[in-house]
Every structure is written in C-alpha cells, then in structure tokens.
C-alpha cells in the first residue's frame, strides 16, 4: 500500500513544556547556588561572627562582674573587642576568616555599640543570661534594616562547603544548557511519511524496502518503535517517537498512530512485538516475530 500524502508529526506540547520547565528548573537551581556561593553563604558567616561576639560578651561581662570591675573598664574593654577572630570549631581553631566571608570585609570591626555601653548592655545582661540568645543580640539582630535569625543557631560556612555551592551551580548550569540545547534542536524538527519514505528528526530519509526490522515492543506502553534499516551495507537504527513528535490525542487525530501506521502497511520485513498474555501463564510475556506481507 503506498499514499503520496505527506504526514508530517511536529514537536508535542507535551514535550516542549517539560522541556521548558526543566530548563527554568535547572536555571533557578544554578542562579541560586550561585548566590549562596557569591553572597548568601559569606554574609551568613558575617552574621554568624557578629553572633559569637555577643555570645563572648555575655562570657566575659559574667566574669567582669565577678572581679567586681567598673563599667569603665567594661567599656574600655568592649570597645576594643574585634568581631572577626579566630573561633573554635569542632575542636579546631580557625586562624583565617577571610576567605569565608565578602572580600570588602572590616577586618578591624569592633563589638557593636550595644555591647560597649555598660548603661544599655547591664539591664540586657540580667534579663538573657538564662534564655538561648545572647543577651542584646535580638535587639542588634532587628535593628539598622537587618532581619538577622534571632537564634543564628547555624555553624559556620567552611571554605570548602562555600566552594560546593559553586561546583553544583556549574553543574546546574551544564544541565540547563544541555536542556536548552534539546529543546531548542527538538523544536526546529519533525518526523514525516510521505510516497518515498520515513524522514527521521535528524532528517535522514529512510525509504520503505531499506526497513528490514521494526522493533515495536514499547509502541502501546511508550509510543516508542526503533526501526533497524539498511544504509550502505550497513545495519543502522532510527526512533519513532510518538511522545515527542506527534503524539495521541484523539481530538487531533492522533497523528503519531497514523504516521506509525503508515509504515506498517509499506513494511515487508520483520516486526517484533510482545505477545498477548495467556491464562496459564499471566506473567510470562514472550516476544512475538511477524512477518508483515500487507501490500
């Protein structure tokens, strides 16, 4: 049977929107980890340094009042406390904060002002030195626009856990070219039959008599058929993708059956199925080899 009609099968709705939602996904996932990388990582260590200090203060103004030393001296000492220090972390001191937080850091910031003035830190100190924040911090977290985390219960950002913030946005940003990629190569092709043949997405032009094989197994389950054809003296393989191309809405017409079907009535060659299920045996499936002769 052969029809000079040509049907041609463009990219799905379906396809184009999962690929377009991939491609967002992937985006937003690297510009996110990119931020965390750049920015949201290093400021959340200035936040957290800013929080050990005053967790040091309450320390060290417990043991000021136990000496019995003047608020003069308090603030003599406040004052010169710097912000960014080495820590102990985990057991082990860190001796560099550069590298983990924004490069036009003041590495010579001192205490904020609440925690230098005895007159305003005093009261603050009697009524959180038994709560989980340090006292004065719910005061500075809020204040001079910052919106800072009242507990700031996280550790601080490594250098190396900053670092695989940037790894998984470069990895995010391969995967959201490489889907832009398919899409955009998916959406400038098509699958067709015409009098001379089945013209695959690449483009290749396959004619009927050169289809030996036709592989058809996950056609019902995945709108998939692989076609094994001869090129040259050569056996190569092409895909039928009814999903991608076409697909089976009865509304349309349900253009990749058709085209499907097409084939099928110009085949003379091998066609691999799944055979039906039998009663005794209902979980076995056997593949099934035809012989198509319809002219």
Known sequence: ?????????????????????????FGVGAF????????????????????????????????HLEEGK???????YASTQKIFRPVDKD??????VAPTVPADTDFEKTWPDILADFETYSPLYEQGKNIA???????????????????SADQLKSEAKIKEQLYIGIFCTVLF???????????GRSMKVDSAGFTAPGG???????????????????GLAYLYYNDGGSEKKAKVDGMVYGQFKKEEGEPAQKLYDRILSNFHGELIELAPEEDEEPENEEKKVATNDSE
């Open 133 to 151: 924040s340090p006292p004065g911090w719910k005061e500075f977290s809020n204040s001079g626009g910052r919106k800072w985390d009242e507990k």
């Open 204 to 222: 290749k032009l396959i004619p009927y008599g050169d289809i030996k094989r036709i592989d058809a197994r996950k056609w019902d389950t995945k």
């Open 91 to 96: 057991g082990e001191k860190v001796e560099e």
């Open 177 to 187: 070219v490489l889907a832009l990629f398919f899409f955009l190569r998916t959406l």
């Open 1 to 25: 049977m052969s029809d000079s009609t040509e049907l041609v099968c463009k990219p799905t709705k379906w396809f184009l929107w999962r690929a377009v939602a991939m491609a967002v996904m």
């Open 32 to 63: 996110m980890f990119f931020k965390d990388w750049k920015w949201g990582y290093p400021e959340k260590n200035v936040e957290r340094y800013h929080f050990l200090a005053f967790e040091q203060a309450k320390e060290d103004f417990a043991k």
């Open 70 to 76: 003047s608020p003069a001296e308090w603030e003599e």
